[in-house]
């Protein structure tokens, strides 16, 4: 299917990006991956007047930790991060999602700031950036500020970015140690967006739970925590029975969504067996890493 007649520019700086976008305002689309982007205009469900190609920006990629933050530059690509040794050790949770996104192929050119501007809702990305708490660092015309992924996520494919401003770094906070982690998901096929994922990571301080994250994908349209589940989770000793009744918690409030690939019904009940299963091997890796 061919594009629609789009003007393109190539800014080569963060500036001259953020210069166009004031300029072009709501008739803009930036250009990252196009994985997304490209399907979508292809199919006339996105029309700008101007693509802004930030792929010649080399400022915007790159991996850096300090702080207790790991900074991970908007066009860095979903296949650089998942090889990147520095992730796998900082922020493992990112690290077993990265894998699951797409097809190889998708993730040579797509971008983690692709991901994340894009926010679809069943990715596994913004799951992750939920759960973690990550920081989403926006530059427009009147400089940098720094978004809380709580107020990242607005609504589908909808962000708290204005038209004139650029992503141009997610920040992870450094997972502390006895920190297990998990990424459930359930998809039709591999490679396929999930119909329920999970984003789980379990902290354990002498044997006790000290910090729970779980935040789901495909359940709503923005990334999901589950708060009650998490209360009920720290100060308490693993067990089956505790997830079993953290399944619960997580689930009995939610609404999800009924399409093709499952009803509202069939979601819930892949949700629970998430909860279980992402909180029995975050447990376990918890434990080895105490
Ligand atoms: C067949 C197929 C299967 C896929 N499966 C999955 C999957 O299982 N899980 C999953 O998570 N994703 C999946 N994807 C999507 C993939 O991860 C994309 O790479 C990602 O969603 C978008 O990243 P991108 O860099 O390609 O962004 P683009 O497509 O270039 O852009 C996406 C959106 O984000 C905006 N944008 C991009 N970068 C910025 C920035 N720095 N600042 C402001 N706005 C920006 C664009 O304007 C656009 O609106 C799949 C894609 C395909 C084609």
């Given amino acids: 299917m061919k594009l629609p007649q789009v003007d393109y520019e190539a800014p080569q ?12 305002q709501d008739e803009a689309s930036v250009l990252a991956g196009g994985q997304s982007l490209i399907p979508l205009l292809a199919l006339r469900l996105a029309r700008p007047a101007v693509l802004i190609d930030i792929n010649g920006i080399d400022e915007l990629s ?11 530059g908007a066009m860095t690509r979903e296949y650089v991060a998942e090889e990147s040794e520095a992730i796998a050790g900082a922020v493992p949770l990112l690290a077993a999602a990265l894998p699951l996104i797409g097809h190889e192929a998708i993730r040579s050119r797509g971008t983690i700031g692709g991901s994340l501007a894009h926010a679809d809702p069943a990715a596994e990305l913004p799951a992750v950036a939920r759960a973690l708490d990550a920081e989403f660092v926006v530059c427009g015309p009147s400089g940098e500020r720094i ?5 990242w ?8 970015r204005r038209p004139d401003e650029l992503l141009v770094e997610v920040r992870f906070p450094i997972t502390k140690p006895g920190t297990g982690i998990s990424f459930q998901e359930v998809a039709r096929r591999h490679g396929d ?7 789980a990571s379990l902290t354990l301080s002498e044997g006790a739970i000290s910090d729970a994250r779980l ?3 495909g359940l709503s349209d923005v990334p999901v925590r589950a708060g009650e589940a998490e209360i009920l989770l720290v ?4 067990s089956a029975e505790l997830f079993d009744e953290a399944a619960r918690r997580a689930t009995s409030d939610i609404d999800p969504p009924a399409d093709l690939h499952g009803s509202a019904d069939y979601r819930r009940k892949v949700a629970a067996a998430l909860v279980r299963r992402a909180l029995r091997a975050a447990a376990d890796s918890a434990g080895e890493r105490e």
Avoid: C, K, N
């Avoid at 790159?62 to 991970?72: L, Q």
């Avoid at 967006?193 to 984003?199: E, H, K, P």
């Fill in 235 to 238: 100060g308490q000793r693993p």
């Fill in 147 to 151: 978004v809380p992924a709580a107020q």
């Fill in 215 to 217: 935040a789901f994908a």
């Fill in 153 to 160: 996520f607005e609504g589908y494919l909808t962000t708290s």
């Fill in 62 to 72: 790159g991996v850096s930790a300090a702080d207790g933050w790991m900074a991970i």
């Fill in 193 to 199: 967006f999930a119909i329920v994922g999970l984003a």
């Fill in 13 to 24: 700086t963060v500036a001259e990006a953020v210069g166009l976008l004031a300029e072009h």
